[in-house]
């Protein structure tokens, strides 16, 4: 029989190999089992994009026509516009590539032939696509144009009326200032960038065009709706699929390339304007101030039917009053009738009112009426292009050429894609920050493969575009700029890193402990006991 020391001696190996198999396998086991999987993410890179400075280049050619100006006035005039459009400390910063020169014989004898500014674009033709190069053509101060302030054409040329030999500092002036304030508007950008990352001094007043604008999405839905409350009365024509080929389709195949834009159309019968309006007894007409129209949308809102997509929604209406609302007209608050009798809701849309013929007691109803579409078309188009962010620099600076037909001008769609790339940058940097603030601090959030390749495919993209701004490449930089925050956006609202989607780590212990304590308490208190009488075993044949 094995004596007391020898069963002693194995009850402690026992419990040493109890708690071998434990702590050395058991608890590695566990915790690679329990451990959540999380994809490499490139944290640095987000850090250093975020701080890198956005610089854009912008080609400036300047040709002088003025044959009164030497070699001597056109190096002054590069010399003062070198530092008058120098590119200056700042997070958003523009770098403009000179090039002045002497007009061509040929181009010389336009300038001198030149009456009007009707056909510019066709005498001044910029080398290769044009897009983000611009050309200053200095005009003589004695001329047959009359130009008292700088003219922006269709194109990308822009006329300015030179001062004489005597003002070079005048003419650097007007250049400098038609470049910066109308061509490029540096300020806008800069507050179009911050507005994006989240970053804008909240102590100063937002610009109005980024209020009323929608944000910048890859894809926008347009919804026209035809409002007939009364269909029994009038029957209500609108040729809205010819009126869209004719108007709207010329401005959407300008923007083609860089949004997808889907229209649709609706006709909605029995509702109206629920808001009691004000009559007019002298114009015998119902009138709506500013005041009222923020009461108007909300009841056809609720009727315009449930939108289904993730894409910003625009909305336009026109509205034919009913018979006992008629005539419909829109003042502002000066009592004075607004020339197109319809109104813009910002980041929704607008509302045009056509007043049809109200039907006499002798006509057999309904009254059969053809909407007059040009108008309305044009109404929208407009209100269209404000939401989109497309404003011409009609100030006090500047003479700029009606886009009529075109819809937007060369110049303007170069500053609609240098804005919308400058605000892409901005949103997908505050996205991917705040996506790596989030999963830093909760570490059990699992990470994906595909949430780390959106993510370094953002990272890229941000690079590529500010490469590419850099380089004066405007459209490239904006599909990069576009495809960041596509990847950027789709990685933060995964599923799967939903945050009640996993339990804090209070809770984690609060779960673990009654199951492993009652577990660990006696292995450990066997593995002390063990070590003691190791130590004891040692001593005693030491001695």
């Known amino acids: 029989m094995p004596s007391n020391k020898e069963e002693r001696a194995t009850q402690m190996y026992a419990a040493l190999g109890i708690g071998f198999v434990c702590v050395v396998i058991g608890i590695p086991l566990w915790w690679k089992t329990t451990e ?12 250093d994009i975020s701080k890198t400075m956005i610089k854009y280049t912008v080609d400036l050619d300047i040709i002088n026509g003025d044959q009164s100006l030497s070699g001597d006035h056109i190096t002054q005039l590069s010399r003062l516009l070198s530092d008058k459009l120098e590119t200056r400390e700042a997070e958003v910063a523009p770098y403009y590539r000179l090039n002045i020169r002497d007009a061509t014989e040929k181009e010389l004898a336009k300038v001198k032939a030149m009456t009007s500014t009707s056909d510019v674009d066709g005498q001044f033709v910029s080398g290769e696509d044009g897009i983000n190069r611009y050309q200053v053509v200095i005009i003589p101060k004695i001329s ?7 003219f922006l ?6 006329l300015v009326k030179s001062a004489g030999s005597s003002d070079i500092q005048s003419l650097a002036d007007r250049i400098s200032r038609v470049t910066q304030d109308s061509l490029v508007k540096e300020e806008s950008l800069s507050k179009a960038f911050h507005t994006g990352k989240g970053t804008g001094d909240r102590t100063l007043k937002p610009e109005k065009s980024s209020m009323r604008s929608v944000r910048s999405n890859p894809s926008y839905d347009i919804t026209f709706t035809l409002v007939n409350p009364q269909p029994d009365i009038l029957d209500v024509q609108w040729d809205i699929e010819e009126a869209v080929k004719d108007y709207l ?15 649709k159309s609706q006709v909605l019968y029995f509702t109206g304007f629920l808001k009691r309006m004000k009559r007019d007894s002298k114009k015998q007409a119902f009138l709506y101030t500013d005041k009222d129209l923020p009461h108007v949308i909300n009841p056809l809102e609720a009727k315009l039917g449930s939108h289904t997509s993730n894409n910003p929604a625009l909305n ?29 809701s910002p980041q929704w849309g607008g509302i045009y009112i056509q007043n049809a013929p109200s039907p006499s007691d002798n006509d057999t109803l309904p009254v059969t009426v ?11 188009i407009s209100q269209l292009r404000l939401l989109l962010n497309f404003q011409s620099q009609k100030n006090g600076d500047a003479l700029v050429a009606d886009v009529g037909n075109q819809v937007i001008s060369k110049w303007e769609l170069d500053g609609w894609l240098r804005s919308r790339c400058l ?12 996506l790596a603030q989030l999963l830093g601090e909760i570490s059990n959030i699992v990470i994906q493969d595909d949430i780390g390749q959106q993510v370094q495919d953002a990272v890229d993209s941000i ?14 930089a904006f599909l990069e700029s576009r495809n960041a925050i596509v990847c950027s956006e789709k990685a933060f609202f995964d599923p799967s890193l939903l945050e009640l989607l996993y339990f804090p780590e209070d809770q984690k212990f609060a779960i673990y402990i009654p199951l492993f304590l009652p577990i660990s308490l006696p292995v450990l208190a066997s593995l002390w006991k063990a070590f003691k009488w190791m130590r004891e075993d040692k001593k005693q044949k030491k001695e």
């Open 36 to 47: 959540v999987y999380r994809v490499s993410l490139p944290y640095r890179e987000i850090a």
């Open 249 to 263: 389709d010329p401005f959407l195949q300008q923007l083609n390339k860089y949004a997808e834009i889907n229209v």
């Open 463 to 476: 690079r590529e575009s500010q490469h590419h701004l850099v380089e004066g490449r405007l459209e490239k």
């Open 423 to 434: 605000e892409n940058l901005g949103t997908s940097l505050a996205t991917l920050q705040s």
């Open 370 to 380: 053809e909407l007059d579409m040009r108008r309305a078309m044009e109404v929208f």
């Open 144 to 150: 047959p144009l009359s130009l008292q302030k700088p």
């Open 153 to 158: 054409s269709l194109g990308r040329t822009v």
């Open 316 to 344: 336009f209406l026109i509205y034919v009053p009913s018979r006992d609302q008629h005539p419909i007209y829109i003042v502002d608050s000066k009592g004075v009738e607004v020339e197109s009798n319809s109104f813009l």
